[in-house]
């Protein structure tokens, strides 16, 4: 596979997965259920690891596209930037989340804690991957920047 497919592949799952287990999270309590909970605690967790990966493949990716013409190196730099944030929101909220899942009852009153902290957390990482999931769609989609199709240069 190609650098730009790995990360097309891995890219879209902390965007789409994080935002997922966080509206479960968030149903969860109007639903009062601690196991819908658990599974949008664990959808969050699984999901924002794939950061990992997604960031991982980001460089190849990145030395792939800069040889098109027409590329805004300015766009891929600001998508750089913005991912830089998400590890370690991703991170934070991934430990949290396996944390009320697997120690919630040895947590005792701080669980309450735990989970505010999670919510702030992850709303964070969810924005973020988003903003820097459209910044990244710039790169390849000159709709989204009003500027001229991306046609590779002929060696």
């Known amino acids: 596979m190609e650098p730009t497919q790995l990360h097309n592949l891995f890219n879209h799952l902390p965007i789409i ?23 949008g605690l664990l959808t969050f967790a699984v999901m924002a690891l794939a950061a990992f990966p997604a960031n991982y ?6 030395e792939q596209v800069e040889e098109f013409k027409n590329v805004d190196h300015n766009v ?23 944390t009320l899942v697997f120690f ?3 947590l005792g009153k701080a669980a309450p804690i735990v989970l ?29 920047t009003n500027t001229i199709p991306i046609v590779p240069e002929k060696q």
Do not use: C, W, Y
Not at 57 to 62: F, H, P, R, S
């Open 104 to 106: 919630e009852s040895r």
């Open 116 to 144: 505010v902290a999670f919510f702030v957390v992850a709303a964070f990482e969810v924005v973020q991957a988003v903003r820097a999931g459209h910044q990244g769609g710039k790169i390849r989609r000159p709709e989204l």
């Open 57 to 62: 493949t980001g460089e190849d990716a990145e």
């Open 17 to 39: 997965g994080t935002a997922i287990g966080f509206v479960i999270v968030g149903v969860s309590f109007f639903m009062k259920n601690k196991t819908v909970r658990n599974v």
């Open 76 to 98: 891929i730099h600001e998508h750089e930037e913005l991912t830089e944030i998400i590890l370690p929101l991703a991170g934070i909220g991934a430990f949290l989340a396996l």
